[in-house]
């Protein structure tokens, strides 16, 4: 059974850090593509960052170059999101998700941005 | 970036009767590769999205047949034969032909 079990989300004040985890189970890790996904209270999906299944690439939205960085462990089969300069509209439910398709999510570990 | 938008954003609809949602890109969605990365999703209250329809028009794995999906280059179309109760949720489209991948606004459908 493919799971993907998100944490390290929490309560933070602006401008803080946070490093987000996506541990991966039930399926090969290093032959998928990963993404993370965010949805704000109420809101709809948003698309944040994606890597290949090597890493060898990655891409952020526009709104989170320079502050947030996507990486994997495959020996450890675990996804990144590294998130620095936090502000208040990055308040969300952080999901990742595994390939383009978006065939699998997980149930996503919340993020608080507030002073 | 594509920009997505999908109608109608609410939809009621009765038990036993089909339903049908549209959803339409700003450019075409049709890859280099000649494939074409359009996803339907399905978020029931509470619960993370989960993947219906993959390029356009193939239904994943354990999802039920009252399920189909059609279109091409910029119009989509999510339909559904007969309509459950647990259909009830919010249902996106997305694409990933061209990053940043993007989503539709959403369409809730509810039962009248």
């Known amino acids: 059974e493919v799971q993907l079990v998100e944490s390290g989300g929490g309560l933070v004040q602006p401008g803080e850090s946070l490093r987000l985890s996506c541990a991966a189970s039930g399926f090969t890790f290093s032959n998928h593509w990963m993404h993370w996904v965010r949805q704000a209270p109420g809101k709809g999906l948003v698309w944040v960052s994606l890597?290949?299944?090597?890493?060898?690439?990655?891409k952020h939205a526009e709104f989170v170059k320079g502050r947030f960085s996507i990486s994997r462990d495959n020996a450890k089969n675990t996804l990144y999101l590294q998130m620095n300069s936090l502000r208040a509209e990055d308040t969300a439910v952080y999901h990742c998700?595994?390939?383009?398709?978006?065939?699998?999510w997980g149930q996503g570990t919340r993020v608080t941005v507030s002073s | 970036e594509i920009v997505m938008t999908q109608t109608p954003l609410s939809s009621p609809v009765t038990l036993g009767q089909p339903a049908s949602i549209s959803c339409r890109s700003s450019?075409?969605?049709?890859?280099?590769?000649?494939?074409?990365?359009l996803s339907w999703l399905q978020q029931r209250p509470g619960q993370p999205p989960r993947l219906l329809i993959y390029?356009?028009?193939n239904r994943f794995s354990g999802v039920p047949d009252r399920f189909s999906g059609s279109g091409a280059g910029t119009d989509f179309t999510l339909r559904i034969s007969r309509v459950e109760a647990e259909d009830v949720g919010i249902y996106y489209c997305m694409q990933g032909t061209q990053f940043p991948c993007t989503f539709g606004p959403g369409t809730k459908l509810e039962i009248k």
């Open positions: 450019q075409s969605l049709v890859h280099s590769d000649g494939n074409t990365y």
């Open positions: 390029e356009v028009s």
């Open positions: 890597i290949n299944n090597d890493g060898s690439s990655r």
């Open positions: 998700v595994r390939d383009l398709s978006g065939s699998f």
